[in-house]
């Protein structure tokens, strides 16, 4: 069999080495974590797929999305290939995590549907008062007593019905909160993601996948920031941990730790994959 070397063998990224009849002959750390195992074949595990995966990825570009399921759940992955020598190289990018937080952020970004029938409603409203003015003004030129007050009683119906969709809009937009929100994960994906989340609650952050980049980012403007969000896996100078590192050099900063460990008990931790709405509740704290 195949050995893989220690970079392969410990590298981040599910790697996995197929023969010729799609049989997983080696499988690394990560590919073993996720689930996958030598002796079985990758196409077993890809939802929809009939064919060797090795026939099948030869004719599709290496961006397409498959979804692998396993006994515990099941993963999104992206897949890499290359054939070398008779065995072929498969390199699965698990994106699991970043496509919930993805649909997390379409949801976020658009109004629900109530306050889209709200909306629909009293613009609908607003229309027929504005018709009916132009109705009144439209059968004479000179308005009695009469007509007037009634142009000034849809006036104000108008106004209202307006105003009314004035504040479901504003209601439904975030006010800018103070100071700002380091955010420091070692994914850079995730990084992004999360923080463009917290920039649509309406928060000031700024992000960094490399935990020196940050903790120098801290250092200086430790005076504007109110809370960070950061991966415990993240080591810093001197191989202390970032989070130890800012919970020493500020004890009084808002600090939420992104764990794969952690359980709902845990203060001031959030449990990976994340759940935004939690992720949300943790900030408010």
């Avoid at 080495?17 to 990758?42: C, F, H, P, Y």
């Avoid at 030129?141 to 105003?163: A, F, I, M």
Wanted: with cysteine.
């Amino acid at each position: 069999m195949i050995e893989l070397n220690a970079v392969l063998q410990t590298a981040p990224v599910a790697l996995v080495v197929l023969d010729d009849d799609d049989l997983i002959r080696q499988a690394n750390e990560k590919a073993v974590a996720m689930g996958l195992s030598a002796g079985t074949t990758l196409a077993s595990y890809i939802a929809n797929l009939k064919e060797k995966f090795v026939d099948h990825v030869r004719h599709q570009p290496e961006s397409q999305l498959y979804r692998l399921e396993f006994p515990h759940g099941e993963k999104r992955c992206r897949a890499s290939f290359e054939e070398n020598n008779g065995d072929f190289y498969v390199w699965l990018m698990d994106v699991s995590e970043q496509l919930v937080l993805a649909d997390q952020i379409r949801r976020l970004k658009h109004p629900d549907s109530r306050k889209m029938r709200q909306i629909n409603q009293l613009s609908v409203t607003a229309a027929g008062y504005s018709e009916l003015l132009d109705v009144i003004l439209a059968d004479s030129d000179t308005l009695g007593s009469d007509k007037l007050n009634t142009v000034r009683q849809y006036q104000h119906e108008l106004t209202k019905n307006l105003s009314a969709m004035h504040r479901v809009v504003t209601n439904n937009k975030m006010k800018m909160k103070k100071g700002s929100v380091l955010v420091a994960d070692q994914n850079d994906a995730l990084t992004e993601l999360i923080s463009e989340l917290l920039r649509d609650e309406g928060y000031k952050v700024v992000g960094f996948s490399d935990p020196d980049t940050a903790l120098k980012y801290f250092r200086v403007n430790e005076h504007n920031i109110q809370k960070a969000v950061v991966d415990e896996g993240l080591i810093c100078e001197n191989d202390a941990s970032l989070v130890a590192t800012l919970q020493t050099a500020s004890p009084d900063l808002g600090l939420i730790v992104l764990s794969e460990d952690s359980d709902s008990g845990d203060h001031g931790k959030v449990s990976k994959p994340l759940d935004f709405q939690v992720l949300l509740e943790a900030m408010e704290d």
